[in-house]
């Protein structure tokens, strides 16, 4: 079993930048495609990032593109999710994730994955 255990979330204004992180247990995470789901209060989990096992290719939902970016550190066992120009829609619970799936198989629902950490709150106010 990989676990996984996100941390960074805090309280931000708007327009500010928070950089979270997850730490992963293994001794393949390089083999594994890592993405980033959130939750606001009362929705359902949304996808946000992906990025592959070499880190060559990632993917976003178009609300982040051009103020988040997902990267990974395989010499860490680590995935990050920099978040720039935050909003107060972006006010969400945001989880860690990982696959040995496909990079080419459905990456954009939860069933698409294989672990999960426990979520890092992220408050944005106005």
């Known amino acids: 079993q990989v676990q996984l255990v996100e941390s960074g979330g805090r309280l931000v204004q708007a327009g500010d930048s928070l950089g979270l992180s997850c730490a992963a247990s293994?001794?393949?995470?390089?083999?594994?495609?890592m993405g980033w789901f959130r939750q606001a209060p009362g929705k359902e989990r949304e996808f946000v990032a992906r990025?592959?096992?070499?880190?060559?290719?990632?993917d976003y939902v178009h609300s982040v593109k051009g103020r988040f970016t997902i990267s990974r550190d395989n010499a860490k066992d680590s995935v990050y999710l920099q978040m720039n120009s935050l909003k107060p829609e972006d006010t969400a619970v945001y989880y860690c994730t990982a696959t040995k799936a496909s990079w080419y198989s459905d990456h954009y629902s939860r069933n698409g994955y294989d672990y999960w950490g426990q979520g890092t709150q992220v408050t944005v106010s106005s």
């Open positions: 990025i592959s096992a070499s880190g060559s290719s990632t």
């Open positions: 293994g001794r393949t995470f390089s083999r594994y495609t």
